[in-house]
């Protein structure tokens, strides 16, 4: 079997504290971290035993994972096994990727998000630590994106991040949907001329009854091996370590009236975004540059 997890675990703290974001406000104490890794060893383990099956995995931590050892050390782990063909983990970037050196960069990714007021002692010399840790995924070969969050404030500095990223990074901006302003349909635009893909990120696409890869080849799994078809449909369906699954895999369409975030439209069949980002689909690299 073709399978696709989104592993996301019990982690939920982050070294950043956007202002935006509520997953700053929490510091798991050493049990919730050993539990925490215990889960992701398990995941990991069970994985390593699907020699059958060709395997890719997107880590979607709560948190910032990357400043926890098991997580790298799971990233490089999976990126050396034949049967996992993609291995990739939603990150703020903040840990120097050199680590990645012992990963195999034809199968590891990261899903990179920049953060405006985080990363440094003014918006510039953030900016310059994180094109320099970019350079450094350069020069591993290991395949990335960058993100952003579109917020007015922050517009500046987005456009200072795609003249000062390699043109061959894709640079997507995920919208704030609740932000209303005079201005929006402008920020609109201007966010568009930076991702041109941000209008189908701006959107709830309407999902109920549609055919959706979600269920089938993709699904999310948590620290106890419970899988669930997507992120944001809460039944279980399964579990990895009972032998429910994958006698669980269905191709039932989806059960929400839409859907607003990228890691589950984009498993969406009527939006052709699997052609739109093939391979990358995971770390969100299109195929070929957006608008070409």
């Not at 990895?240 to 369409?253: I, K, V, W, Y």
Request: net charge negative; charged share 25%; proline share 7%.
């Amino acid at each position: 079997m073709n399978l696709t997890f989104l592993y996301r675990g019990t982690l939920s703290s982050c070294n950043y504290d956007c202002p935006y974001c509520p997953f700053a406000k929490h510091w798991e104490s050493p049990a919730e971290l050993a539990a925490d890794r215990a889960g992701l060893d398990r995941f990991v383990e069970w994985v390593a035993g699907r020699t059958d099956d060709e395997i890719a995995i997107l880590f979607t931590p709560w948190g910032e994972a990357l400043v926890r050892k098991w997580y790298r050390d799971a990233v490089v782990f999976l990126s050396n096994l034949p049967h996992v063909r993609r291995v990739a983990v939603q990150t703020n970037l903040s840990v120097d990727p050199r680590w990645l050196a012992d990963a195999d960069p034809a199968t590891a990714a990261l899903w990179c998000t920049y953060h405006p007021g985080q990363v440094g002692s003014s918006e510039r010399a953030g900016r310059a630590a994180f094109l320099r840790r970019c350079r450094t995924l350069d020069e591993l070969g290991v395949r990335y994106s960058v993100g952003v969050v579109g917020r007015r404030e922050h517009l500046g500095e987005i456009e200072a991040l795609r003249a000062e990223l390699r043109p061959g990074v894709y640079l997507w901006v995920n919208a704030e949907k609740d932000e209303p302003g005079h201005d929006a349909a402008e920020l609109v635009e201007a966010l568009t001329r930076v991702d041109p893909l941000f209008p189908t990120n701006l959107a709830d696409h309407p999902s109920r009854g549609r055919a959706c890869r979600t269920g089938w080849d993709v699904f999310t799994v948590d620290a106890s091996g419970d899988v669930r078809r997507c992120h944001f449909v809460d039944r279980v369906i399964g579990n990895l370590h009972d032998g429910t699954f994958p006698a669980c895999r269905s191709r039932a369409p989806c059960p929400n009236a839409t859907c607003g975030c990228h890691i589950g439209y984009v498993h969406l069949e009527s939006l052709g975004l699997s052609e739109t980002f093939g391979d990358g689909l995971l770390e969100r690299v299109p195929a070929k540059p957006p608008g070409c």
